[in-house]
């Protein structure tokens, strides 16, 4: 498969801070991904990086083969990547549908208020209510289903299923699983192994701002044991 991402050489700054010294990887066109690591280890830094939200970058980011280091976030997002921070973002002032409806659609469009109303059916029972009253699983789903609704095809997902209940982190599992059989390229970052460990296509691992180990999905039962022990899960 093509890669729908290149990262090469990739480093971060807050500030003076030094936070991504060298980050390589690269995702195929359909492949979900999640990046591992102690907290600190630079995984929400590269997806802010990839998104233009770090202070300053350099190296080299492809998205479908058009280098985005130098691009404004606007210019990066109408290449169709969608971010999802792990703080959501909801507007507390506007309704559920109202939040969906805010971002601008690229063109060519994603998906339709009815698909993501019949993938997120809490979504639809909730939709005249404002973002404040939403459950943290549903304000969940709504920062999802607005980038899909955009038409992104690459979405990066920051700590999706942290602090919510069981039965609501099943069902984003499924959401993904779903995403994945719709042709989606995911890049999750994921302190719930459990939750990551069946979803995705391949695995990396992050140390001090670089990826020190890739592997598959195939190979992750005799990485568990050491992968435990260096993530402490």
Partial sequence: MPSFLEVRD?????????????????????????????????RTST??????????????????????????????????????????GIFSSLSAEENLMLPPVLSGGGMSVEQIYAMFPNLAERRASQGTRLSG???????????????????LLDEMSEGLAPVIVQKLAEMV????????????VEQNFRFAAPLADRFMVMEHGRVIQSFTQAELPSRLERLHEYLGV
């Fill in 47 to 88: 997806l802010r990086a990839i998104m233009g939200l770090i202070g300053a970058r350099k190296g080299s980011i492809k998205v479908r083969g058009t280098e985005t280091i130098g691009l404004a976030t606007h210019r990066i997002a109408r290449l169709g990547v969608g971010y999802c921070p792990e703080e959501r």
């Fill in 137 to 155: 699983g549903e304000q969940q789903m709504l920062a999802v289903a607005r980038i899909l609704r955009t038409g992104a095809r690459l979405l």
């Fill in 10 to 42: 990739l480093h971060g700054w807050y500030g003076e801070s030094h936070v991504l010294h060298g980050v390589d990887f690269d995702v195929a066109e359909g492949e979900v991904i999640t990046l591992l690591g102690r907290n600190g280890a630079g």
């Fill in 177 to 188: 699983v779903t995403l994945r059989k719709s042709g989606y390229t995911i890049v999750m």
